[in-house]
């Protein structure tokens, strides 16, 4: 089955440091894939996607590039701030068929940056 | 941008008594919702797909009998635990998907924690 892994966190940085999430992801056919955000006691909320390969995928200084031959979606920001701690998850969506419409995420990352 | 609320956002219940939880878009119509399941430090479960006006679709593994999923209108998909026990213990997110079959966004609601003593 479809499946979403992401780096073990928490990750903690600095300030205005650099930040990757290293994300894999295991489907059949051409998913599209997602970056959500989970602020804390706050919903999921959609930070980026892309829906075919080498399409990048960008929000609030986080990009994500959609590589089809590594099977990843890497999510980078060249400079976090206090504000971006929350949890991140990775996901995709199946091309089609009976599954089309679910999400699978990954297990999420918790990002705490510290000023 | 599309709201989803839940309500309530937390209960707690005792063992066998049932909990229902409301999820609604409140300023878009929804064709679909889903419902999640997210454990501690844990990954969203897909529990079930809802679709206005049949039946829901159940993931492998789900007790429809226990988890029972009513999606009444086009902004409104209920979820009530019946029976509950401290193991369905939890935390429970919708998800709305608006607009075409060919639209891939859905809007998260911000959970409902239940807890069963």
């Known amino acids: 089955g479809d499946s979403v892994t992401q780096m073990e966190g928490p990750v903690t940085l600095s300030e205005e440091a650099f930040l990757t999430i290293n994300c894999t992801y295991t489907?059949?056919?051409?998913?599209?894939l997602f970056w959500y955000v989970q602020y804390p006691g706050e919903g999921l909320q959609l930070l980026l996607k892309?829906?075919?390969?080498?399409d990048k995928g960008s929000n609030k200084g986080f990009e994500a590039t959609y590589r089809k031959e590594t099977t990843s979606f890497h999510l980078e920001k060249g400079s976090v701030q206090v504000s971006d701690s929350a949890v991140y998850f990775c996901?995709?969506?199946?091309?089609?068929?009976?599954?089309?419409?679910?999400?699978?995420f990954g297990q999420g990352t918790i990002l705490t940056v510290h000023p | 941008g599309a709201v989803v609320s839940q309500h309530p956002s937390w209960v707690i219940c005792k063992s066998g008594t049932s909990v229902k939880i409301e999820c609604r878009s409140l300023?878009?119509?929804?064709?679909?919702m889903f419902w999640y399941r997210q454990f501690p430090k844990q990954s969203l479960m897909l529990m079930a797909t809802?679709?206005?006006?049949?039946?829901?679709?159940?993931e492998q593994g789900v007790e429809k009998d226990k988890f029972l999923i009513n999606h009444a209108s086009l902004t409104l998909s209920t979820l009530t635990v019946t029976s509950a026990h401290p193991e369905d213990s939890s935390f429970y997110i919708c998800?709305?998907?608006?607009?075409?079959?060919?639209?891939?966004?859905?809007?998260f609601g911000p959970g409902t924690r239940l807890t069963v003593l």
């Open positions: 998800s709305a998907r608006v607009g075409t079959a060919s639209s891939d966004t859905q809007y």
């Open positions: 489907a059949t056919g051409y998913p599209s």
């Open positions: 892309a829906t075919k390969a080498d």
């Open positions: 996901a995709l969506i199946r091309a089609g068929g009976t599954s089309y419409g679910k999400l699978t």
């Open positions: 300023d878009f119509q929804a064709t679909t």
């Open positions: 809802s679709n206005e006006g049949s039946k829901a679709t159940y």
